[in-house]
C-alpha cells in the first residue's frame, strides 16, 4: 500500500491550519505531486511540477475569473490583464511594464527611503504598535498612490481588503463578502473614472495620465482596459507588499538571530527580501488551464484540464530545498546555486511590479535592521481568512 493512493486530506485551507499551512501542505506533498481538489481544479503541490506549469505558454491563465469567479460578469467588472492570454496580455503588459523600468523603480529609492524613515519614526515613538496598520500597510500603499496619482488613500484603504479578499474562489465566500467585493469594485472604478476624466482635462506626472495619452493617441487600448489596467496596478501594487513585510516582520521577531545576521551585513536586505517570498509567500494559489494535451512529472492532462498551482506548498518542497522550514537569509546571498521561488510567479505572468516590491522590502528590512535593537510580539498574530492573497491582518509588537 502507498501514500499515492491514499493521500491524506487536503485541510491546509481550514481556519485552524491558517497560521501555519504549511505543515498541511507537506502530507499531502510529500504524498503525490497532484491532487484532486474537488472544486474543478487539481493541486500542484510540488516545485519542479509548479515550476513547469508556470513557465509554458501552453498553460492559459485566463480562464481564472471564470474558475474561481463565475458570476463576476453579471456585476459588469472589467477584466484585468492578469487574466488573460497573448496577444492582449502582451500589449497591455507592455504598455503598463513601461512605469516599471529599472530606472523608473530606482528613482523611487529616495521616496521609499523617507516614507521607510517616517514609519519607523513613529513606530519607534509609540514603542508598542499594531504593525499591519503603523508599516505594512501605508509603505506600498502610498508609493503605489503616488505613482498613479490616486490622492484618497482611505478609499484604496477601505476597500483593498474586500478586493484582496475577493481574488479567492467564490464558494468560499460568504454573501456579505461577495457583495462587499462587487461594491468595492464599483467604487474603485468609478474613482478611476472620476480621475481619468480629471487627468484628461488637467494631467500630471503619474501613471494615469500615461495611460490616457496611450488611449487619447490611439493606441490598442480601451476604456475598460484602462479601468481594469487602473485598478489591477493598484491591488497588486500594494496588497501583496502589505502581506510580505508583515510575514518578513513576524519571521524576523521569531528568528532573531537573522535579524542579527541583517544587522552585521546590510548587503543581506536583498536576499531576504527573496527569503521572505519563499518561506511565507503572499500569494499561495494560481490557475493554469491546459491549451493542449500535455505532460508534466509524466502524468498527461488534457487539453482543457484545471490546474492550482500551490506556490505556498512549491515553496517548502525539500527537493528543491535545503532544510525549507527554516527561515535564512543568507540563502540566496552568494553564488551558490539555490532554487528559484515562485513568490513573483515565472514566465509571461511574472509579477510586474517585482522590482518596487523588492527594492520597498529591501529599505525597509536594512533600516529596520539599523535602527530596532528590540523587536518583539506584544500578542498573538491574527491572520486574514484569505486563501490567495494570504497575510496578516494584525501584528501587535513591541520596538525599541
Known sequence: MTTELFPPVFDAFAPEHRPDPYSRYALVREATPFLDSGFGVEFVTRHSECTQILSETLWSHQDEAELFHPEAAKVDLPTSFLWMDPPDHTRLRRLVSKAFTPTSVTDLRPRITALVTELLDAALQGGT?????????PLPLIVICELLGVEDTELVHRVGPHLARGFDPDF?????ECIARDQASREILQHFRELIAERRERPKNDLVSGLIQVYDSGDVLTEDEMLATCVT??????ETTVNMVGNGLL??????DQLALLREDPSLAGPAVDEILRF???VHMTTRTAKRDLVVGGRTFAEGHNVCVLVGSANRDPRAFDNPDAFDVTRYAGSAATARHLGFALGIHYCMGAALARLEGEILFAMLARRVQTL???GDPVYRPNLLIRGLKELPMRMA
Open 129 to 137: 504598535i499594531e504593525a499591519i496598520e503603523a508599516i505594512a500597510y
Open 172 to 176: 468560499v465566500l460568504s454573501p456579505q
Open 233 to 238: 496596478m493598484l491591488i497588486a501594487g500594494h
Open 251 to 256: 519571521a524576523f521577531v521569531r528568528n532573531p
Open 280 to 282: 511565507d509567500s503572499p
Open 376 to 378: 518583539e510580539l506584544a
